[in-house]
């Protein structure tokens, strides 16, 4: 009897291997076994889902290093156009470039409950934070820019297990900046959040010349105008170590929250005023790497910031509405530059 029960085990474990051997086979971002099958949040690896010549589009709801169909850049063009010759008036963009900062305390205070962003790609696609929250790591300074609901600091913090790590959070907002002192895991001993405008003439409260090993900027370039770009980044250089690294993404030129603009919405070429009053541009990735060299140059024929681009690519996603046979593309810009 318990001979063959253990025969049974070993045909059941067998069958499981072939299984397990057949699923190998299929890599995780084409399985079609919910099971195995890689979904967003395992995290999702960017750049891991590519679409084959013959794929059906609508087999899953997202590719990877989708190239925009012509179909879909003669619709953008034309709404490029439409957007051009229905910009902003006047005296709304005096309005919305006076106080930026005012519309982006109204978002958080209009947006309590959707700020908390579970970010599971943040440690994969920016090795370096994974490194710097290792128990061994040492003395590190981490500075989030335009952190908002601090969507990267409290998931740093939360892996964190380096009793050295200093992260600081900054936001011109004050709202965002309340909101990230008033969540559950904020501690002052590791973390502190701070008011700073990454292009104003002050550094962050608390911090040096030369005293940060990594900045991070995810999704805060694009709230600036271009006008203010130049003293940004010389901030970042002024306040990083030599050395130290910036870890950057944001939105790239196509991507569908830009081609989507309707009327009235457009400030300059690529830069928008959302419906909320918070400004956005879209970068093209040639611009962004003059812009962090220094070659975007300086108005007053400074010596501009430079730092060295270690990796610069663009985040092409193709997303698909299967229900209702919609493409829609989405484009990132992700990055790192280090000062020199
Ligand atoms: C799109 S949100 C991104 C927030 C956060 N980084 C994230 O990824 O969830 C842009 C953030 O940049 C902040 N911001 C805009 N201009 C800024 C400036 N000049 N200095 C500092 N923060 C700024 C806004 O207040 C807002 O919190």
Partial sequence: MASLELAQDKHTGQQQQQQ????????????????????????????????GEDDDVFEFNAWDHVETDDAYKEYAEQQYAMQRQAPVSEFDKKRFNSDPAKWWNLFYKNNAANFFKDRKWLQQEFPILDKVTQEDAGPVTVL???AGAGNTAFPVLAKNKNPQLKLHACDFSKKAVEVMRSHESYDPKVMQADVWDVAGDELPPGLGEGSVDVAVMVFIFSALSPLQWQKAVENVYRVLKPGGEVCFRDYGRGDLAQVRFKKGRYLEENFYIRGDGTRVYFFEKDELADIWTGKHGSADGAQAARFEIEELGVDRRLLVNRAKKLKMYRCWLQGRFRKK
């Fill in 20 to 51: 397990q051997q057949q699923q190998r086979e299929v890599p995780p971002h084409r399985s079609h076994d919910p099971q195995y099958n890689q979904k967003r949040s395992d995290p999702f690896q960017f750049g891991s889902r590519y679409l």
């Fill in 144 to 146: 989030e820019i335009g």
